[in-house]
């Protein structure tokens, strides 16, 4: 979906890939090996739509990394899907799992499909069918797949059952994300945008901003877009003066009633014309005069066109890759402080490694001890990374990766890969 924006998510990261492999002084061969998948399939799903006809759609699912455990990754229902973007976002799962520590590697999944245009019944066959297409190369072992861009829990739902009815026995820990009766965990939904904030708010001591009456402008208002305006409003006394979705964006010098935004946005089907805000293109939005800019709809959001424009001090990732290769160092050396998605977004992983953690014993934590968990995590791993990028001089991206890498290495290393 990102050549549409002017930009292959793999392409950039396959760059970053190789200014890491440069800050190590990694040999070619090594390089190699971290810039290619380890498995990828490619599956055709023929679907019975409600009038009758059969549609096929196409899917991905790409296994970047398994040196450091079984493979873990969202799964995207997009028209826009390309196989380079779920590519892209495969490796960004593999330095995510490894930069927190996680007994993971990385993969990720796709399907082009518009499920705006797809009723209820046609999403759970589709869902169905991607789960019986990829049985073979998933599971609980080996690569445990979770929500991404327009899926939820109700689609993991059908997936985990799916799985689980192949596999002939129970098995929730085959997918996570999934809803709380399901074995789903307490704080799943939210743990990306909690645990982007609790990043933003350990970057916020370095750089010396308030979060609490801080502007913020959130571009996306999905799952994660929507919890980070609601809980940097409600939970750290941030000012959310605008927000977006696909259709457009608002704003208020007040700052916005999330929750009834939300409301307005399940009526209507956009926050598009919500009352009383001025209304904001997404580029608008962008460029805002605020603190703190979030972007958490797609891919390259910030390009070579408007970085020179952000006005924001410090930008927190909480979508995957908004941020283009060009734009990264116009934004350092402009001094704008850049938390990267890896670094910033992790919450949904750790939480969904929580939810595996929790399936395998048959034990269910309560939501304080899910987010204390998860606080204490975002905040050193960010505080290490801020470090390390300070004594190397660095942004932050590139000692994200040193880290990250060099856990990758030594597990390939151990394992006698390289
Ligand atoms: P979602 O499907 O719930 O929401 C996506 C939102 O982006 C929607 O509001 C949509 O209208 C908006 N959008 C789409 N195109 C846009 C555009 N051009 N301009 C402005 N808004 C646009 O998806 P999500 O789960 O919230 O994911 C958002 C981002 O966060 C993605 O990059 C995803 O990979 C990343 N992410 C998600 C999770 C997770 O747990 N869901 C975890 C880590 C990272």
Redesign the pocket.
């Known amino acids: 979906m990102d050549e549409q924006n002017g930009q292959n998510l793999f392409a950039t990261i396959k760059q970053h890939i190789c200014t890491c492999s440069g800050n190590l002084m990694l040999s070619p061969n090594v390089e190699e090996v971290l810039k290619i998948p380890k498995r990828e399939l490619h599956v055709s799903l023929p679907v019975r739509m409600d009038d009758g006809h059969i549609e096929t759609f196409l899917g991905f699912r790409v296994q970047y990394n398994y040196a450091l455990g079984p493979m873990k990754g969202?799964i995207?229902f997009h028209p826009d899907e390309t196989i380079d973007t779920i590519r892209g976002?495969a490796a960004l799962m593999t330095w995510k799992c490894a930069l927190y520590n996680l007994p993971l590697g990385g993969a990720k999944g796709g399907v082009i499909c518009n499920p705006k245009k797809m009723s209820m019944a046609e999403l759970e066959r589709l869902s169905r069918a991607y789960i019986v297409a990829i049985y073979e190369v998933i599971g609980p072992d080996r690569d445990i797949p979770?929500?991404?861009?327009?899926?939820?829990q109700q689609v993991m739902a059908w997936m985990m059952d799916e799985y689980a009815k192949i596999a002939g026995r129970a098995s929730f820990g085959s997918i996570t994300?999934k809803p709380l009766p399901l074995g789903g965990s307490e704080g799943?939904q939210e743990?990306?945008a909690l645990g982007g904030w609790y990043a933003v708010h350990a970057a916020a001591e370095k750089v010396e901003i308030s979060v609490s009456g801080a502007r913020v402008a959130v571009?996306?208002?999905?799952?994660?877009?929507?919890?980070a305006a609601k809980i940097g409003a409600e939970t750290f006394g941030a000012k959310i003066v605008a927000v977006?979705?696909?259709?457009g964006?608002i704003f208020s010098e007040e700052g916005l009633d999330i929750p009834a935004v939300a409301a307005y946005k399940e009526k209507t089907g956009?926050v598009v014309g919500f009352p009383g805000a001025v209304p904001l293109s997404?580029t608008e939005?962008l460029e805002q005069d605020v603190d703190i800019l979030i972007p958490?709809?797609?891919?390259n959001?910030i390009t070579i066109k408007n970085a020179s424009s952000i006005r924001a001090k410090l930008v927190a990732e909480?979508?995957?890759?908004?941020t283009s290769l060009e734009a990264d160092p116009i934004l350092f050396n402009r001094g704008v402080h850049v938390i990267p998605?890896f670094l910033c977004?992790?919450?949904?992983?750790i939480v969904?490694y929580y939810e595996m953690v929790q399936n395998s014993n048959l034990d269910h934590w309560d939501v304080e001890e899910v987010n204390n968990r998860l606080k204490k995590r975002v905040s050193e791993t960010y505080r290490a990374v801020f470090d390390l990028a300070k004594n190397n001089r660095v942004d932050l991206r590139q000692a994200a990766y040193t880290i990250a890498a060099t856990r990758v290495i030594a597990a390939m290393q151990l394992r006698g890969w390289i």
Do not use: C
């Open positions: 969202g995207r976002l979770a929500p991404d861009v327009y899926t939820n994300g799943r743990a990306t571009q996306g208002f999905g799952n994660v877009g929507y919890n977006s979705d696909s259709k964006g956009s997404n939005l958490a709809a797609l891919e959001a909480f979508a995957n890759g908004p998605d977004n992790a919450g949904g992983v969904s």
